[in-house]
């Protein structure tokens, strides 16, 4: 199984391949507090993360910002009082791509840290 957290995002353009239901399978035992739900026919994923205050999950969005930079793709970041939920797709295939699980697992690391 490889190590998502090792990886870097790689250049998506509309054709390229969305993830394999086997695919999806393995890397999702990476990510065991993401779901993976449909919305409006784009499966997505998404996790809350849960802070003791607005700062502590403002400065948490802006440095997953900064990772988003970096790697060239880029979440949707709901912010509120003590929560931040982020949710991974490439928009440009309306579903999963590797990149989407590698931001994944990249994003826990931040939260962990």
Known sequence: MENLSQLKCEACQA???QVTDVE???FMTQLPSWSAP???GVMM?????RFKNFKLALDF???IAHLAEEEG?????????GKV???WWTHAI???HKNDFIMAVKTDSFYKS
């Open 45 to 49: 994923l998404e996790r809350e993360y």
């Open 85 to 87: 939920k982020i949710s």
């Open 15 to 17: 054709g390229a391949p």
């Open 94 to 96: 309306r579903g999963l």
């Open 38 to 40: 449909v919305i409006d």
């Open 73 to 81: 793709h880029h979440p949707a970041i709901l912010l509120e009082w």
């Open 24 to 26: 999806l399978k393995e």
């Open 61 to 63: 969005a802006n440095e």
